[in-house]
Nanobody
Framework: QVRLVESGGGLVQPGGSLRLSCAAS???????MAWYRQAPGKQRELVAT???????NYPDSVKGRFTISRDNAKNSVYLQMNSLKPEDTAVYYC????????WGQGTQVTVSS
C-alpha cells in the first residue's frame, strides 16, 4: 500500500501564498492524482486534480488561485496556493482521484489575520 505524506502547511495571512507537497512511497506514474481539503465540521472536498499527462482541473472556489503540479520522478504532487482566503482554512490531503490509497495525516492550512 502506498503511503502519502503531506507537508508545507502553516499559518498565513489573507492574500498570502503557500506551497504544499505530497510525497508518495510508491510510483505515481500514470496515476490520476488529486488534492483534497477538509474544514472542521465539513466533508472532505476535492480542490484540484491532475492526470498522468498533466491536465488539471479545479472547482470554481479555487480556480485561478490554486495550481496543482506533479513530478513523477520524485513521486510527488504539489499544490501552489495563492491569494488565500480565510475559507481556505482546512487540513489538506493528497490521494488518487478516487481516494484509493490510505489517507495521510494531511497538512493544516490556516488563513487568518
Amino acid at each position: 500500500q502506498v503511503r502519502l505524506v503531506e507537508s508545507g502547511g502553516g499559518l498565513v495571512q489573507p492574500g498570502g501564498s503557500l506551497r504544499l507537497s505530497c510525497a508518495a512511497s510508491g510510483s505515481i506514474f500514470e496515476i490520476f492524482m488529486a488534492w483534497y481539503r477538509q474544514a472542521p465540521g465539513k466533508q472532505r472536498e476535492l480542490v484540484a486534480t491532475i492526470t498522468s499527462g498533466g491536465s488539471t482541473n479545479y472547482p470554481d472556489s479555487v480556480k485561478g488561485r490554486f495550481t496543482i503540479s506533479r513530478d513523477n520522478a520524485k513521486n510527488s504532487v504539489y499544490l501552489q496556493m495563492n491569494s488565500l482566503k480565510p475559507e481556505d482554512t482546512a487540513v489538506y490531503y493528497c490521494n488518487t482521484v478516487r481516494g484509493l490509497w490510505d489517507w495521510g495525516q494531511g497538512t493544516q492550512v490556516t488563513v487568518s489575520s
